[in-house]
């Protein structure tokens, strides 16, 4: 991937905000929004318009979503919340999605956004909404927002302010310059810009190790890149939940999905709060984990779907099962497995599940032969 494409990958947009907001852990990213007191409140979240404004704006013929999912939440210290929107570019005139989006955005006000999170009362004290884009010259890309602004006013409601953060390569940098910040950043602008990246050599892959690896529905097309980010991640907090377990004879291990999840997302998991999405990543690292014990002893979802079942007999076992946890590659499978994993409506069916178990596996004993 290029720097100019990355600019527009709305994964790396994303996961560029998440970077942002946490402390520099020599990855060449500068984390602005953390310097400026912000962290993560949700990610991928519905905001809703409350039914009276809905309605109110129906009247006088003003198309907005009633619910809209922003890409990413953030709050402040001082009860300030940042709504973050990515977009690979900004939307023209016009009453399509993306200005439906955009309008019920902008009419999160405080008061707004705390009823649509029922919080108390008081809880937001401000909103600012940011459109993250990639950069382009050709036009001015805040007319569209202001146009949208200015539209919502007219009618009579309040809007939230609108800024713009347009991303561009400059001298080997992946900057952001920076329109209409809330007054908490402007201090981290120097002549409107915001440096993030710093990135590496030419034939260097240019994006950093992701805070979420893999996001369905963010990618226009398969990256194994991603995947298998993905899938090392899954695998690698696992060995080390089996490195660390206790054996019993009389039992399987139960190898916990929810804090290897939270762990290969650096604690963003529980902050997603997109449910289809966050269902199918759950489902494919049960099945990408599934597999990959399956090359040592057969494993299998637990009954509650929280787990996966292995029953380890021995240390020597253990410590195979961790050397093979920590070595993987998507190049270990064929592309119709690859599929499977990542694409596939469902990874439920059992059937399906032994299709596609290695044939060591489908003829390993079950864990209850093995405690006798």
Same mark, same amino acid.
């Given at each position: 991937?290029? &720097?100019?494409?990355?600019?527009?990958?709305?994964?790396?947009?994303?996961?560029?905000?998440?970077?942002?907001?946490?402390?520099?852990?020599?990855?060449?990213?500068?984390?602005?929004?953390? *310097?400026?007191?912000?962290? =993560?409140?949700?990610?991928?979240?519905?905001?809703?318009?409350?039914?009276?404004?809905?309605?109110?704006?129906? %009247?006088?013929?003003?198309?907005?979503?009633? =619910?809209?999912?922003?890409?990413?939440?953030?709050?402040? *210290?001082?009860?300030?919340?940042?709504?973050?929107?990515?977009?690979?570019?900004?939307?023209?005139?016009?009453?399509?999605?993306?200005?439906?989006?955009? *309008?019920?955005?902008?009419?999160?006000?405080?008061?707004?956004?705390? %009823?649509?999170?029922?919080?108390?009362?008081?809880?937001?004290?401000?909103?600012?909404?940011?459109?993250?884009?990639?950069?382009?010259?050709?036009? $001015?890309?805040?007319?569209?927002?202001?146009?949208?602004?200015?539209?919502?006013? #007219?009618?009579?409601?309040?809007?939230?302010?609108?800024?713009?953060?347009?991303?561009?390569?400059?001298?080997?940098?992946?900057?952001?310059?920076?329109?209409?910040?809330? &007054?908490?950043?402007?201090?981290?602008? /120097?002549?409107?810009?915001?440096?993030?990246?710093?990135?590496? #050599?030419?034939?260097?892959?240019?994006? &950093?190790?992701? /805070?979420?690896?893999?996001?369905?529905?963010?990618?226009?097309?398969? $990256?194994?890149?991603?995947?298998?980010?993905?899938?090392?991640?899954?695998?690698?907090? #696992?060995?080390?939940?089996?490195?660390?377990?206790?054996?019993?004879?009389?039992?399987?291990?139960?190898?916990?999905?929810?804090?290897?999840?939270?762990?290969?997302?650096?604690?963003?998991?529980?902050?997603?709060?997109?449910?289809?999405?966050?269902?199918?990543?759950?489902? *494919?690292?049960?099945?990408?984990?599934?597999?990959?014990?399956?090359?040592?002893?057969?494993?299998?979802?637990?009954? $509650?779907?929280?787990?996966?079942?292995?029953?380890?007999?021995?240390? #020597?076992?253990? %410590?195979?099962?961790? %050397?093979?946890?920590?070595?993987?590659?998507?190049?270990?499978?064929?592309?119709?497995?690859?599929?499977?994993?990542?694409?596939?409506?469902?990874?439920?069916?059992?059937?399906?599940?032994?299709?596609?178990?290695?044939?060591?596996? /489908?003829?390993?004993?079950?864990?209850?032969? $093995?405690?006798?």
């Amino acid at each position: 991937m290029t &720097p100019e494409e990355l600019v527009r990958d709305p994964l790396y947009q994303i996961n560029l905000i998440l970077w942002m907001t946490t402390p520099s852990r020599d990855v060449g990213i500068e984390p602005v929004f953390h *310097r400026a007191g912000f962290d =993560v409140f949700q990610i991928e979240g519905e905001v809703r318009l409350p039914l009276r404004l809905a309605a109110n704006l129906k %009247e006088k013929k003003i198309e907005a979503s009633v =619910v809209v999912v922003p890409d990413v939440l953030l709050r402040g *210290r001082q009860k300030e919340y940042l709504i973050v929107e990515c977009k690979a570019a900004l939307f023209g005139p016009g009453d399509g999605g993306a200005q439906r989006q955009a *309008r019920a955005l902008l009419l999160q006000t405080a008061g707004v956004l705390t %009823e649509s999170l029922s919080l108390q009362g008081g809880a937001i004290a401000s909103t600012h909404v940011l459109y993250l884009t990639a950069h382009d010259p050709r036009h $001015d890309q805040m007319t569209a927002l202001t146009t949208l602004d200015t539209e919502l006013r #007219a009618c009579g409601a309040a809007t939230a302010p609108v800024g713009l953060l347009a991303l561009k390569i400059a001298d080997k940098t992946v900057v952001i310059e920076a329109t209409a910040l809330p &007054p908490s950043l402007q201090t981290y602008a /120097r002549n409107g810009l915001l440096a993030i990246q710093t990135l590496l #050599a030419n034939d260097t892959d240019p994006r &950093p190790l992701y /805070r979420i690896a893999w996001m369905p529905g963010s990618e226009k097309q398969q $990256d194994s890149y991603n995947q298998e980010q993905f899938a090392k991640r899954v695998l690698a907090s #696992a060995a080390m939940q089996v490195a660390k377990a206790r054996l019993y004879k009389s039992k399987a291990l139960k190898i916990q999905i929810e804090p290897i999840l939270d762990e290969a997302t650096s604690g963003f998991f529980r902050k997603w709060k997109k449910r289809e999405e966050t269902k199918i990543v759950r489902a *494919r690292a049960m099945e990408i984990l599934r597999i990959q014990l399956g090359k040592v002893r057969q494993a299998l979802p637990s009954s $509650d779907g929280q787990a996966i079942e292995i029953y380890i007999p021995d240390r #020597a076992t253990q %410590e195979d099962i961790v %050397e093979k946890l920590r070595d993987w590659s998507t190049s270990d499978y064929p592309v119709d497995v690859q599929q499977q994993l990542f694409h596939a409506a469902n990874s439920g069916d059992t059937n399906s599940r032994q299709r596609f178990l290695p044939k060591q596996a /489908r003829n390993n004993k079950s864990p209850d032969s $093995d405690t006798k």
